[in-house]
């Protein structure tokens, strides 16, 4: 899903980045000087617009997002408590689990940027080391359904429900507006169809019910970020089959 934006950004970033911003083009020395700049950049933010405005959408911008979560880390990273380096940890490795069924080196890139957007974000709001990553993409005190108290039962679960979560919504927020419609109706029956596709019951759920729900869900968000505006349509393009075998991702 975010490959289209990420393209737009990048043929634009010339046009719309001060000329202290300048990028130049993808090649090695370029790459070092880009190094250097984000290095030399004297905050946070200014190191962060830089590698937003820069990011080539490949395997490279690893490189790039270290040298400018280092910068933002020293910003907070010590006078975080064990429990909020913790949580730290925890949404940087949300942002690995993602992407990590997705092939080539663009979302490597959205990997590695939505780990600088972290870093970006504990640096700016303090306040933030103090929230731990939502045990579920809604609130699990008012969980009711078969599928949402299986969510809610299992940690692994209730992280690939937050991040399937986000994608959705990032889904739903790129669409056009004459997409939105449908794909909210094809994220609803796929919902739907997921207590009877993995054998979900009023009772506990087992272990095997839960793998197969965290399979779907990863398969899912995949989908959703994989897909973009560009395609025959979104809701055409994330229910198309997925032939992938079944095997759930390590999850954070």
């Known amino acids: 899903m975010h490959s289209a934006v990420l393209a737009f950004l990048l043929g634009a970033a010339s046009a719309v ?83 990590a069924r997705q092939e080539g080196t663009l979302y490597i890139s959205e990997a590695a940027l939505c780990q600088a957007d972290v870093a970006a974000k504990f640096s700016a709001h303090p306040e933030f080391a103090r929230l731990p990553v939502p045990q579920a993409s809604f609130d699990c005190s008012k969980a009711t359904t078969p599928l949402e108290r299986a969510i809610c039962s299992d940690a692994k679960l209730g992280r690939a429900d937050v ?3 986000r ?3 990032a889904a739903l927020n790129e669409a056009p507006a004459g997409e939105r419609p449908a794909l909210i109706a094809s994220e609803r029956k796929w919902l739907k169809s997921i207590p009877a596709k993995c054998g979900l ?17 990863e398969l899912r968000f995949t989908a959703l970020d994989g897909c973009s505006a560009d395609d025959e349509g979104i809701a055409a393009c994330v229910d198309a089959p997925d032939d992938a075998p079944f095997s759930p991702s390590p999850a954070p």
């Open 201 to 217: 019951s009023a009772s506990a759920p087992s272990a095997a019910s839960i793998d197969c729900i965290r399979n779907a869900f």
């Open 17 to 99: 980045v001060p000329a202290q911003l300048a990028c130049g083009s993808p090649t090695d020395d370029t790459a070092q000087a880009l190094d250097k700049l984000l290095a030399s950049d004297p905050t946070c933010a200014a190191a962060h617009t830089r590698l937003k405005a820069c990011a080539w959408g490949s395997s490279a911008d690893v490189q790039f997002a270290a040298i400018m979560i280092r910068k933002c880390e020293q910003t907070f990273l010590s006078s975080l408590s064990p429990q909020e380096k913790s949580r730290y940890t925890d949404r940087l490795e949300l942002c690995t689990y993602e992407y």
């Open 167 to 169: 994608a959705y919504a």
């Open 163 to 165: 991040v399937l979560g």
